[in-house]
């Protein structure tokens, strides 16, 4: 038990992670009991256990396991956080837990998955289910099918998402395990109860075994849909709802549920789409227009197949449907049309809405197929035309069904009425409106009276259909000039008719009441064959009213359904014309006879009583019983109209009124009495009773018809009187009854003759008509008239003027029927916004511009030259103007018009938008079919970046609106896939048009709804004017989508995002319009649906008002002040308590948590902080991590989205940022995020706050002496220096001192790449910024800050002197000067080559800073270093005088400091001795002018000299605070290592040490490995030049050191990971070191030296085992080659060389197959350059000989004749002693016999080669000088053509020299001088001046902590080397030293034409920066000179001891004499 009573004191989380199970239980069990007591889903608590969480269910231990799951369950139920665990802890359930035999834990595993469903991860949990069914383990596979079908179950289809899933079933069916077939069986059951049919199609091809089962499980399916019983933690309300009908017995459902259960899946949905556009055959377009017809049936034939596909990917099919179109209209060959139709039908049912686009193309050349008699031709075009139609909508195809109804050919009519009867069965009462069915109903009402039987059959099956759509009563008023026959036949049909919804309607009347709202299942009716019956015309209709009707095409008529309701409810209606008998007879029997006789006495009196009597008769008379027709039959004979008697005829007038009003009148009443009343319209004393008369007639039979049968016979006469009455009475009764349904066409041209009469008063009258049509109809109206005679057109002009401001007035008088009919029943209320103004475009004559658009024009139109493309708008252009009214037929200009509207040049797309401006007018209504292909590419353009592009588009759009209504644009994906465009421009613009435009609709389509995921989208965009767009449109929707349904959309969205968007849905609920009231029902039904005008007028009252809306809005906010107070009464006491609240801590101090987060970030558990823009999903994370440590209240203030409210709590936490500087600095990193998402907010207020708060929080950081870690600055600095661009100064300087205090808290080396960052950017001003203050840093801390090296940083900050922007030029300028003045000239070697314009610039800003500062006085100490101009901002300054021991990193001072204080402390030194050298450096002259040496008692020289002591400085204090975080320190550490303090290199190594003695914290130093060792040998080369000699040093803390670095490297090279990634240069100079150290006798003398030699024995072997094999081989062939070439060195050197090499070469068995053996032989290549055999026979030794044998013999041995390929890196082969070598070994080991003969055949090779062509060796020559002639190359082409001489001595190079110039040829021959004499051994010829290749020798200076004799050593040597004084022992080497340059040279050094080595300290400084530079080329073109390939070679130890150095200067004397 006393293991027991350990684990028993325990912290509950600690025991769930323990590692005995008793103990792993006993946590579970206690964890479960805290997660049930725990009341608070956010308590922080919770966050101690999300990383558990998947070892609560993945235990080992079954017993624990099962509490485990019960413990996971409670928490996913109960902890706000559970959300973050779902896919670690699901993917383990799904792993470990259902593979578990316990039927228990199964069970809980499923629970836990609903559990995390519940709590809206289904998403996730989902997906890692359908991963599980990919598990071996068919337990598995089971659990996870049968947790899918339990979720489906309880949750739905709506949560669970079945297209995933109906996916993966079918391949569960053919799993091998019967288990797993019947679950997946199950799961087919349950999920065909969700979508029913929808299932089949992807389990068709599964075992017809299987299906037969399935079928006859679904066949037991309840018909009831299921319904959801768990609902998900964001549907409470309607688990509520649930809830309580269960409590009720479950029968009443709700029935917006039952709505949305109804919609059934579409099969569509669940299949994936394919993309065929690119499968198709890539000659399909040459061979459609092949003449063979067999070649276009082969292309057709592949896109058949194509097509075939159910569901295809959206593409562009304008070139394929354009080419089946032409093969369908044109092709003679009819095979070919019916497949082309094939290839259609297939396209449209596979893209389905997406072709819609193609629709109003394809469908005109269809319809005028239907001519081809042949029925499979006929039956392919209905099946293309019937797919087609189910992608578009009627109207859009009405123009092009209506233009052939009155074709000649009988086909076509039939097949397009046929079609209309098929469309009408999938259009319901909502989509087959009056607008759409009145014109169609017109055209067939025609073809019933066609003379072929087959139209009139299918002209009545086509209106049979569609009174079964919409009834008998809508249909009914278009049906009235029909007789009963055909009336009996129509509703026969309709009666057959079988509506695909299933529900048969009662044809009867009224049967189509409230119409069927579901949609028609979307399936292409079979093509039915028209019943054949006929029956001869009776009775033709009226040629006006059938051309009016047909003229609306598809525009409402509401009066005239006025007038035609009076039809369908009376038969009088259809009254027949009685006999004069037959009237007499019935007014007798209502008339008493006296009134009869006396009718036509002669006495005018008795025919006054007469009239008396007939009057009283009519009052008294009956309305059903009263004879109208008879009535005014007897008024009208004789003597009629007659009547001379003023008094009789007012008498006579006034009854036919009276009968009007009081009887049903019938149309066929009034053409009796119309005649007679017209003529007496004008008489003076009866036109009173004649104008009543006629308005009762119009209210009796409709004004449109009256007033067109009015004006028509008026203007019969020549009486201009009457004329001008009847205009006079018609202008006021369209007041009074209002303008719709006016028939302007029917008199238009009686109008314009009235304009143009003799009379002024017709002129007068017919003037004052015009001016209330206007009233009406506005503008359009004028264009009727445009011709008319300019006076004429001005008096029209004045008078619309007049009319202009006014509104029509509310409409007195209506219809008589349409009144009844209203109070009747509601019916026809359906009314499309776009009111009747619209007839009045359909009124004008209209040209068909379709032929003048040809292909010609099109290509035009797609030319690649604008000014082409450009000519073709203006051809477009001109054809639209010239036509002034068009049809809406524009063959291909709509796509070639879409093309532009993207065009790159802006200028063509403003000019395709006024086109599209132009169109809007020209066509007018007809605009409709072409608002899905054209219209939305019009808001495409909204997102343009230009605002005038904007302006004409969104000008063009409303133009578009006005003439089509928005129904159009609201229908559909198109508007929310345009919204889903991230476009700020674009959004803007959408949303602010849908704000103004939707309050002024009625309805509007189901499909908005699409738009609100959008819509929520644009709430949050980070522009503030999009979000601002969005919430004025919120109101708009809400209007037309409900509140409630909004609300509930809101459940898709994140947590986070849904608390803001419900806010503001309540905010948007309060200000939400009223719907518009439905148009002046005021007192006659629809007799007054306002045309344009009135539309118009009515939709920019809305407009307006919502222009006021903001003012409203803000009423709103604080307006309803009493609501507003009582709400603020209520909340009081709460308040209070809010405010008690808010009196605790407002950060939480969790331990651990911020290092938690660190771990969740680095292992990519959360997001990196990183973004262009904050997305939704960071914003959610940062809420998510600061709910455990931040104050509730406090966090709901930061994410509130009123701006008030951050600045609020900005300023609480600057009040508690003292007393909770611990909470804050635990929190910094969430804080600091906070503030990033500020910094891309607009609002300057709140910037300023958050800067405020930054500069104090920085300040109290400093304070606490806190670092920021790695983390933390990456989450935030990147973000500040954004805001350095910021437009506003005072903002810019906030920011400015923010990054001032930064560098006190972070280290300014790690700064400076962020500031390199930020000059990356487009920002002038940022990239401006960020120059200067990385000037200040260098001036601050010295050239240390650059990381990753100078050289790089500085080429990227020089390129900025070339910047367009002035500031941008400066700083760079100042930055460069700072440099300067920290490093002197070696500046121009750091910043690369400059243009001429660039480098001047610099060197003038240089002289002039040298001016100030040599001001200066000399003696200036570190701090006061003169400051820097900033002529350009000197704001700027960072850290100008920051004092020198502030840098936490500073390695070294600055290069001149260091040297002014050794002026200062020795100046012992004779003055001659202080040489200048970086004068000589840089020095230009064109001789390098040697300095007069002074004679000197060489003696004195051997005195024992007095080592200046070197500087020590203490690690700097940052370091401690640094090594809280390893990684983000480790250069700092590295850089410590080279310290010329032993302390200061001995803390940093023990570090290391620490670091990489734990496996788990070792890989931090990966990527570092390199720079760690250069540090390392850096720092022995320091002990063996410096340490060991100085007798000051104890020499035990050397030992201590060198202790330290070999533990450290031991440790570093027992992992094998690490050790590989050491470079070959460094592996070089690291064995240098180490050999170097071995053979140190000073190390022995000392105690423990012999210890200390043994480990270094040990290390090592440790190398050579555990690094890069390729790497060790390469670098000790290096090693051997430079200790061979260098005599200096102890003979002993290369010896261990060789052993080490030895020990690789015994390893190789093992390491052959990791080696790249093509570098070691280019290595074993280049030694033997050096080293040819007969030069190694010449050594002391023979072991390097046996050496590189034994090596090339082993790798023969172990790669065979293979190896002969690995020679690929070497480049003249043939030249190589090494291939030959090989080839022997290959021969010898194969075939001793074979050797003889071997070398003849070399021999004869050679010869062979040697002859080589002519062609060949011009190849090779221009080659070779080719390389002369570049600047790289120029050394290695004159060494290949030096041996090229050599070999083929009599090679003519004339051909290749005379054309160049005289300076080129003589800097060949001067090469090859020089390469001679080297060849040869002759004294070198000494070029004047010579360019260092690759090095970096003065950066030393800059780069190494101390500053020693050896830097000068080194700079001193590399001008003797230029001088040519080097000794010549190394002179021809190169490789004397152990440091190398890049370039190695070998012994001969013309040979180098090798691959470079890179040499470790090069590494260091500049990771290879070359030095071959812009001063130096320069040089050497004036030069004329050529240097030798090595030129300057360092040696670290300055070995070279004072003999030495008295012999070289001896020399230098002599040379000079």
Known sequence: MGDDSEWMKLPTDQKCEHKVWKARLNGYEEALKLFQKIGDEKSPEWGKYLGLMKKFVTDSNAVAQLKGLEAALAFIENAHVAGKTTGEVVSGVVTKVFNQPKARAKELGADICLMYMEIEKAEVVQDELLKGLDNKNPKIVVACIDTLKKGLSEFGSKIVTLKPIVKVLPKQFESREKAVRDEAKLLAVEIYKWIRDALRPPLQNINSVQLKDLEEEWAKVPSSPPKQSRFLRSQQDMKAKFDQQQAQGGEQSDGEDEEETAAPLDPYELLESVDILSKMPKDFYEKIEAKKWQERKEALEAVEALAKNPKLENGDYGDLVRALKKVVGKDANVMLVSLAAKCMTGLATGLRKKFGTFAGQVVPTILEKFKEKKPQVVQALQEAIDAIFLTTTLQNLSEDILSVMDNKNPSIKQQASLFLARSFRHCTQATLPKSVLKPFCAALVKQVNDSAPEVRDAAFEALGTAMKVVGEKAVNPYLSDLDKLKLDKIKESADKVELPGGKKKAAGAGGGGGGDKKPAARAPPPAEAPP???????KTHTAAASKSSAAKKGK???????????????????????????????????????????????????????????????????????????????????????????????????????????????????????????????????????????????????????????????????????????????????????????????????????????NPAVRTAAISLLGVMFLYMGAPLRMFFEDEKPALLTQIDAEFEKMAGQTPPAPVKFTRRAVAEEEGGNEGEEQEEDGG?????????????????????????????????????????????????????????????????????????QQTLTILLQLAAAMGPGLKQHVKALGFSTITVLGDSKANVRAAAMA???????????????????????????????????????????????????????????????????????????????????????????????????????????????????????????????????????????????????????????????????????????????????????EEDRSGPIFVLIPNA?????????????????????????????????????????????????????????????????????????????????????????????????????????????????????????????????????????????????????????PASKVFPFLMDGTKSKNSKQRAECLEELGCLIEGFGMNVCQPTPAKCLKEIAVHIGDRDTSVRNAALNTVVAVYNVCGDQVYKLIGNLSEKDMSMLEERIKRSAKKTAAAPVKQSVPEKTQREHPTNPNATFLRKQPPQEDPNKLNQARQNVQLSESAHHPSFPREFQLDLDMIEMNQGRACELPDLVQHNMDELLEPIMIPEPKMRPVSPHFDDLHNSTASTINFVISQVASGDISTSIQALAQIDEVLRQEDKAEVMSGHIDQFLIATFMQLRLIYSTHMADDRLDKRDIIKLYSCIIGNMLSLFSMESLAKEASMGVLKDLMNGLITLLLDGRVEEIEDGQQLIRSVNLLVIRVLEKSDQTNMISALLVLLQDSLVTTTGPSMFSELVMKCLWRIIRFLPETIDNINLDRILL???????????????????????????????????????????????????????????????????????????????????????????????SDILSEIFRKIGSKENTKEGLTELYEYKQRYSDADLEPFLKNTSQFFQSYVERGLRVIESEREGKARIQPSAVIPQHGTDSSLSSNNEELKPAVYYERLKILRQRQGLENTSRQGVGGGGEEEPQQRAPASSLLSSKPPVASSTDMLHSKLSQLKESRELYQQDHNNTHSPPHTHTRSASPAANLDDLKKRLERIKSNRQ
């Open 532 to 538: 054949k019956v006929s029956a001869p015309p009776k």
């Open 556 to 758: 409402p008529a509401p009066a005239a359904s006025g007038k035609s309701k009076k039809i369908s409810d009376n038969k009088e209606f259809t009254e027949n014309e009685l006999s004069v008998e037959v009237c007499e007879d019935l007014a007798a029997g209502v008339l008493p006879a006296s009134c009869l006789q006396q009718l036509d006495s002669a006495n005018w009196k008795e025919r006054l009583a007469s009239m008396e009597d007939f009057q009283r008769a009519v009052e008294t008379m009956d309305k059903t019983e009263m004879p109208c027709q008879a009535l005014v039959r007897i008024l009208a004979k004789k003597p009629g109209w007659k009547e001379t008697n003023f008094q009789v005829m007012q008498m006579k007038l006034h009854i036919v009124a009276l009968v009007a009003q009081r009887g049903q009148f019938s149309k066929t009443s009034a053409s009796v009495v119309l005649d007679g009343l017209v003529d007496k319209v004008g008489d003076v004393k009866c036109g009173g009773k004649a104008k009543e008369g006629l308005t009762a007639i119009g209210e009796a039979c409709s004004l449109p018809w009256t007033a067109e049968q009015v004006v028509s016979m008026a203007f019969a006469q020549k009486n201009p009187k009457n004329q001008a009455e009847t205009l006079n009475w018609l202008a006021n009764a369209m007041k009074d009854f209002g303008f719709a349904g006016i028939n302007v066409k029917g008199f238009i041209n009686n109008v314009k003759t009235a304009l143009g009469a003799v």
């Open 837 to 909: 103004g619209s007839d009045i475009m359909d009124l004008l004559p209209r040209t068909d511009i379709g032929d003048k658009i040809t292909s010609d024009l099109v290509s035009k139109m797609e030319d690649k030259s604008w000014k082409m493309r450009k000519e073709g708008l203006d051809e477009a252009a001109a054809i639209i103007s010239e036509a002034k009214f068009i049809t809406a037929n524009l063959g291909e200009l709509p796509l070639a018009l879409k093309g532009r509207l993207s065009d790159s040049n802006k200028i063509l797309v």
């Open 956 to 1138: 063009t759009l409303q133009a578009w609106v006005e003439q089509t209504g928005m129904k159009e644009w609201l229908e559909g994906e198109d508007l929310s896939d345009e919204l889903k465009r991230e476009n700020p421009f674009l959004r803007q613009e959408v949303l602010g048009w849908l704000a103004e435009k939707l309050p002024t609709l009625r309805t509007v389509p189901g499909d908005l709804m699409l738009c609100v995921p959008q819509l929520f989208t644009c709430l949050e965009d980070r522009n503030g004017d999009v979000r601002k767009k969005a919430q004025d449109a919120l109101p708009a929707f809400m209007m037309h989508l409900t509140y409630e349904k909004m609300n509930k959309a809101t459940g898709k969205l994140k947590p986070a995002s849904k608390d803001q968007v419900v806010a503001m849905l309540e905010k948007a609920r309060a200000a939400m319009p009223a719907k518009p009231a439905a148009p002046a029902k005021g007192g006659g039904g629809k007799a007054s649906a306002e045309p344009s005008r009135a539309a118009s007028v009515s939709r920019s009252q809305p407009a307006g008002d919502d222009c006021d809306g903001k003012p409203e809005t803000k009423k709103i906010r604080g307006g309803p002040a009493a609501k507003k107070s009582a709400a603020v009464k209520k909340p009081a006491a709460k308040g209070l308590k809010d």
């Open 1154 to 1306: 911020k290092e938690q987060r660190v771990k969740e970030e680095k292992q990519l558990k959360i997001l990196k902080w990183n973004f262009t823009t904050p997305r939704d999903e960071y914003v959610e994370q940062l809420k998510t991590q600061m709910s455990t440590c931040f104050a509730k209240w406090l966090q709901d203030e930061l994410f509130h989205i009123d701006f008030q409210r951050h600045v609020k709590a900005i300023g609480l936490m600057i009040e508690r940022l003292e007393s909770e500087s611990d909470a804050t600095i635990s929190c910094l990193d969430l804080i600091l995020k906070w503030f990033t998402l500020r910094f891309f907010d607009t609002n300057t207020t709140v910037l300023m706050k958050v800067l405020e708060y930054l500069k104090l929080l920085f300040a109290m950081l400093k304070r606490e002496n806190y670092h920021l870690t790695e983390y933390e600055a990456n989450s935030f600095v990147p973000y500040i220096i954004l805001k350095v661009g910021e437009s506003k100064d005072v903002v810019r300087k906030d920011v400015r001192s923010i990054l001032a205090m930064l560098v006190k808290v972070y």
């Open 1723 to 1817: 290595d074993v290549h280049n030694f033997m350059k050096v080293f040819p055999k007969e030069k190694l026979k010449q050594l002391k030794s023979d072991v390097p000989q046996r050496t590189l044998k034994t090596l090339l013999h082993t790798l023969c041995k172990l790669s065979g004749a293979k190896i002969l390929e690995h020679l690929s890196m070497i480049e003249n082969r043939n030249e190589s002693e090494l291939e030959a070598h090989l080839r022997r070994v290959v021969k010898h080991s194969g075939n001793l016999s074979g050797l003889k003969s071997d070398r003849g055949n070399e021999k004869g090779s050679l010869r062979t080669d040697d002859r080589m062509s002519k062609a060949k060796v």
